[in-house]
């Protein structure tokens, strides 16, 4: 069993930036992909980014390419999301989740283990 922790969330301005971590305890991410969604007060849960074991393939939604920026240190066990930039319509709990297969995918199901989240604010 993986256990996710997500930590960096917080208050920020419009235009300011922020950085998410996701560290992995119990067992290690192996070889799996990892990716962010997030979730905004009534709307469903959306992909964000995700990242393969070796770091070198990544994908980003539409809404955040050129903005935010995925990696992860597998020697660390954790994952980070920069954001930079940020806007207000970037409000949203943000959670960390994790498969046992290596290929990126955008749905929820496809994931095996999630994070409880980190609530990140952009004020206008």
């Known amino acids: 069993q993986v256990q996710l922790v997500e930590s960096g969330g917080g208050l920020v301005q419009n235009g300011d930036s922020l950085r998410l971590s996701c560290a992995a305890s119990?067992?290690?991410?192996?070889?799996?992909?990892i990716a962010w969604f997030r979730q905004a007060p009534g709307k469903e849960r959306e992909f964000v980014a995700g990242?393969?074991?070796?770091?070198?393939?990544?994908y980003y939604a539409d809404s955040v390419k050129g903005r935010f920026t995925i990696s992860r240190d597998n020697a660390k066990n954790t994952v980070y999301l920069q954001m930079n930039s940020l806007k207000p319509e970037d409000t949203a709990v943000y959670y960390c989740?994790?498969?046992?297969?290596?290929?990126?995918?955008?749905?929820?199901?496809?994931?095996?283990?999630w994070g409880q989240g980190t609530q990140v604010t952009v004020s206008s």
């Open positions: 989740a994790a498969r046992k297969g290596w290929v990126v995918v955008s749905t929820q199901v496809g994931y095996d283990y």
């Open positions: 119990g067992r290690t991410f192996g070889t799996g992909a």
């Open positions: 990242v393969t074991y070796s770091g070198g393939t990544t």
